[in-house]
């Protein structure tokens, strides 16, 4: 049997500090590490210089250097970080298809590589044009360059078929998420908030992410609860969130962005209900998340949360009807608890870290066996 390598790019490496990708990344990483494969990761560092290498929890890290931290740099490492994986044989892994225009050097290296698609980034209102329109060309040529594509939900799975334009494997295997069964309450207590006595939102403070149709529904009248919602809000950069902030009744509170897993965690856990309004496609990492903590969840409706949070979860169309929904779900305990274990089965049945990583590596193992030929 050929040596079990592979390198994962497409991230700003490891330990995760950034987001879903990167907790991805460290957990599939080791995983694989203990089970016999050699893994490298790519990290990208602000500076010049030489890549340098290093160790992380046995997997094999490479640290790149880049001038700066903006869409240059990244376009930059990850052009750096290919040149530097094509040199030795084995799996490459992409976390997203950002800059799959580098792919072609896979190609020409004859390496298998896999392309985790994420999600409908091109789509997202936060772009302008030509950014959308660089992410749009590159969704396309990962289609085609990629060897075997993985998808997050079955909707972008879908979509890729439709994208693909020639026969070729691609594979649904969802994010996971940790399954918290208990949680401290200072963290809860810290913020002056009462266990199983307020709603939680976590989310980039984007209009795809419906954080004002919620807030406002939210404080359309009085709900005896208060509202959490997490992010980070800039109201002297940003209209947005200006807007935001303005709709909030006294009862929504804005910590600002937390980082500390242990202290959302327990956000989740103790929360009575969580809202969720993403709009673009993917298995958002926060959903699953939630559902990890057995959290009663309310998001918007479409096909791709229906999927992700379940028949068990309820759904909203617009402000209106969220804030109907939050008229009927506050106080009513005997439905948020059947909408709390809901959650849990949810979770259970798809989006277990066992579960999830066990996929991937059956999948790169049918990979290695694909180029180890008959």
């Given at each position: 049997m050929p040596p079990l390598e592979l390198r994962i790019l497409g991230i700003r490496g490891v330990p995760a500090r950034h987001g879903g990708f990167e907790t991805f990344a460290a957990r599939l990483a080791p995983f694989l590490a203990d089970r016999g494969w050699q893994v490298t990761v790519y990290c990208q560092e602000r500076g010049r210089g030489r890549p340098r290498e290093g160790h992380w929890?046995?997997?094999?890290?490479?640290?790149?250097?880049?001038?700066?931290?903006?869409?240059?740099?990244?376009?930059?490492?990850?052009?750096l970080a290919i040149l530097h994986a094509v040199r030795r044989p084995g799996l490459v892994l992409t976390l997203g298809y950002n800059t799959a225009c580098f792919g072609v050097l896979h190609r020409w290296r004859r390496l298998r590589h896999l392309i985790n698609m994420d999600g409908?980034?091109?789509?997202?209102?936060?772009?302008?044009?030509?950014?959308?329109?660089?992410?749009?060309?590159?969704?396309?040529?990962?289609?085609?360059?990629?060897?075997?594509?993985?998808?997050?939900?079955?909707?972008i799975e879908r979509h890729l078929r439709g994208r693909r334009g020639r026969p070729g494997p691609i594979t649904m295997i969802p994010y996971g998420s940790d399954l918290i069964s208990h949680a401290p309450v200072e963290p809860v207590a810290s913020l002056g908030l009462i266990p199983g006595d307020y709603a939680l939102c976590i989310a980039r403070p984007e209009p795809e992410n419906s954080i004002l149709e919620m807030v406002r529904a939210f404080s359309a009248r009085p709900r005896g609860i208060r509202l959490v919602v997490l992010g980070r809000y800039l109201p002297d950069r940003n209209a947005y969130h200006r807007r935001v902030?303005?709709?909030?009744?006294?009862?929504?509170?804005f910590p600002g962005a937390l980082y500390d897993e242990a202290r959302v965690s327990a956000l989740r856990f103790h929360a009575a209900l969580y809202l969720h309004g993403h709009t673009v496609g993917g298995t958002n990492p926060s959903l699953v998340e939630a559902l990890g903590a057995g959290t009663p969840v309310l998001a918007r409706d479409n096909p791709f949360n229906r999927w992700v949070a379940g028949p068990g979860a309820v759904y909203f169309g617009d402000e209106a009807d969220c804030a109907r929904q939050l008229d009927a779900l506050i106080g009513d305990r005997e439905?948020?608890?059947?909408?709390?274990?809901?959650?849990?089965?949810r979770?259970?049945?798809?989006?277990?870290?066992?579960?999830?990583?066990?996929?991937?590596?059956?999948?790169?193992?049918?990979?290695?066996?694909?180029d180890a030929g008959p």
């Amino acid at each position: 049997m050929p040596p079990l390598e592979l390198r994962i790019l497409g991230i700003r490496g490891v330990p995760a500090r950034h987001g879903g990708f990167e907790t991805f990344a460290a957990r599939l990483a080791p995983f694989l590490a203990d089970r016999g494969w050699q893994v490298t990761v790519y990290c990208q560092e602000r500076g010049r210089g030489r890549p340098r290498e290093g160790h992380w929890q046995g997997v094999h890290t490479v640290h790149i250097p880049v001038p700066g931290d903006g869409p240059f740099a990244t376009v930059l490492f990850d052009a750096l970080a290919i040149l530097h994986a094509v040199r030795r044989p084995g799996l490459v892994l992409t976390l997203g298809y950002n800059t799959a225009c580098f792919g072609v050097l896979h190609r020409w290296r004859r390496l298998r590589h896999l392309i985790n698609m994420d999600g409908l980034e091109w789509q997202r209102g936060k772009w302008r044009r030509h950014e959308k329109l660089w992410l749009h060309l590159n969704e396309r040529l990962a289609c085609l360059l990629g060897d075997h594509l993985i998808a997050d939900h079955p909707e972008i799975e879908r979509h890729l078929r439709g994208r693909r334009g020639r026969p070729g494997p691609i594979t649904m295997i969802p994010y996971g998420s940790d399954l918290i069964s208990h949680a401290p309450v200072e963290p809860v207590a810290s913020l002056g908030l009462i266990p199983g006595d307020y709603a939680l939102c976590i989310a980039r403070p984007e209009p795809e992410n419906s954080i004002l149709e919620m807030v406002r529904a939210f404080s359309a009248r009085p709900r005896g609860i208060r509202l959490v919602v997490l992010g980070r809000y800039l109201p002297d950069r940003n209209a947005y969130h200006r807007r935001v902030l303005r709709a909030a009744s006294s009862e929504v509170l804005f910590p600002g962005a937390l980082y500390d897993e242990a202290r959302v965690s327990a956000l989740r856990f103790h929360a009575a209900l969580y809202l969720h309004g993403h709009t673009v496609g993917g298995t958002n990492p926060s959903l699953v998340e939630a559902l990890g903590a057995g959290t009663p969840v309310l998001a918007r409706d479409n096909p791709f949360n229906r999927w992700v949070a379940g028949p068990g979860a309820v759904y909203f169309g617009d402000e209106a009807d969220c804030a109907r929904q939050l008229d009927a779900l506050i106080g009513d305990r005997e439905t948020l608890a059947r909408m709390r274990q809901a959650s849990r089965d949810r979770h259970a049945a798809d989006f277990t870290w066992d579960r999830v990583l066990a996929d991937y590596e059956r999948l790169l193992l049918a990979q290695v066996h694909h180029d180890a030929g008959p």
